[in-house]
């Protein structure tokens, strides 16, 4: 942790060229003998390690119960009708609310399929500028950039799979079955949020929530050392 730490401040502080040199030729010091490493190499270092935690983060979220059983990112009935599933449960329809929350999670992994390729493309583009940047920002600065240059991109592949993902798995029908069964009650006011919208945005919050953690992770103790490049940059200074 040690060695990943001081290399992130040090990055932190390169921002001109000859400063950024300067980092490289102590890398290449630490290395000895073995072929030097070239500033781009460094660079890719750091987006090898960037792509390492995204691909982590994006993969648990995309398995079974990535959404349902993590309490941090589960996705609940819609709050913004939290009166129409209060009003269910007590007319006994419990079951059923649950049974809608789990589907409705359902289709939120599903959908995080498509985001891993998405946030990839996003660091591979990523300029050097753009890596120093983040290396002196917070501890999330990476998931910022992501939120920055992915998040329209995101939302507009996300929401027809999303739709698709909730009708796979009979959420929406689940939903509307709810909803239709609240508004027959008497004195009721009637509703009918999207659900779609609503899905969609807590699945994209929930991916980039995950993606925070793990580019916390990365910043204070990157196990995932998994090339010679990446030891190289960040184990420099043993």
Known sequence: MKQI??????????CTTTQLNQVVGDINKSIGGEKPLTT?????GLK???ISG?????????????YFKNPEIKIPF??????VENTLRDIGLGSEVDKFIMTLNRGAEDAA??????????????????????LRGDQDAATQYLKRTTSAQLKEKFKPVIQSSLNKVNATKYYSDLVNRYNRIPTVEKVN?????????????????MIAKEEKNIREDPVARTTELLKKVFGYNK
């Open 78 to 83: 819609p709050p913004d009708v939290k009166k």
């Open 48 to 50: 090898e390690a960037l």
């Open 113 to 134: 399929k498509e985001a891993k390729p998405i946030f990839i493309s996003a660091i591979k583009s990523m300029t050097i500028e753009d890596a120093w940047a983040i």
């Open 54 to 66: 995204i691909s982590k983060g994006s993969d648990q979220v995309s398995q079974l119960d990535g």
């Open 193 to 209: 949020p999207n659900l779609d919208d609503y899905a969609t945005d807590r699945a994209i919050d929930g991916l980039f929530l």
């Open 5 to 14: 730490c001081y290399a992130f401040l040090l990055f932190g502080c390169a």
């Open 40 to 44: 781009a190499e460094v660079a890719e």
